[in-house]
């Protein structure tokens, strides 16, 4: 069984600037979730979806960031503008009916 | 506010030995809870879960044990092998795991020969 994907694996931008992070989860998991990492605290959510519709997203800083699933299949994370308190790792998972997640490699966004 | 909290930032054990691994939690609303085992420049894997119906958990080498009286659960590992050096994550979870997961800062264990 395919894990779950990511890309890029890393990414460095200047603060202002935008990037985008890519996920495909495990086939048949509805639910997918986005998480920051931040060096040495453990991942943080920042939203949840069900198939293609948002179940939380209370910890997404909305003025800055967006996450859409548009087919129920994979999702993009998006940050526009980045500050530098944005480095962090980017982590995505997906569940399975055992209410288990299993998560990708990440993207280390590093924001100068 | 902190509602998982894993007090030890690292441990050391020897080969051989069993590690324990602590992790407390404030909300009484967490119903199930996972460890998580994470190697440098990967994501967390999972390696085994406990509901708030049970006390113990066991999975080959791992066994976690969970005290609700005291918000307090622990994953043993024996025998330790180096392999096992990694960074341990406790997560909790409400409403029997579909809610979010709330994740300590993680226990770093390293197991030397």
């Known amino acids: 069984e395919a894990g779950v994907a990511q890309s890029p694996r890393y990414k460095i931008i200047e603060k202002r600037q935008s990037v985008a992070f890519w996920c495909n989860p495990i086939?048949?998991?509805?639910?997918l979730y986005w998480y920051q990492q931040i060096l040495g605290q453990g991942p943080k959510l920042l939203i949840q979806f069900q198939n293609n519709g948002v179940v939380d997203d209370s910890q997404l800083p909305k003025d800055r960031f967006s996450a859409e699933r548009l087919k129920g299949v994979d999702s993009t994370l998006k940050i526009q503008p980045a500050k530098l308190e944005d480095s962090a790792v980017y982590l995505c998972?997906?569940?399975?009916?055992?209410?288990?997640?299993?998560f990708g490699p990440g993207t280390r966004l590093t924001v100068l | 506010d902190q509602q998982v909290k894993q007090n030890s930032p690292s441990l050391s054990v020897q080969e051989g030995r069993i590690s324990i691994l602590n992790c407390d939690y404030t909300?009484?609303?967490?119903?199930?809870f996972l460890w998580y085992k994470k190697y440098p420049a990967e994501g967390p894997t999972f390696l085994i879960s406990i509901s708030s119906i049970k006390d113990k958990n066991e999975d080959g080498r791992f066994t976690v044990f969970l005290n609700k009286s005291a918000k307090h659960l622990s994953l043993h590992i024996v025998p330790s092998q180096p392999g096992d050096s990694a960074v341990y994550f406790c997560?909790?979870?409400?409403?029997?795991?579909?809610?979010?997961?709330?994740f300590g800062a993680g226990t770093r264990l390293a197991v030397h020969p």
């Open positions: 909300n009484s609303m967490f119903d199930y």
């Open positions: 997560a909790a979870s409400a409403n029997g795991g579909y809610n979010k997961l709330i």
């Open positions: 086939s048949g998991h509805a639910t």
């Open positions: 998972a997906s569940r399975n009916t055992l209410n288990e997640q299993f």
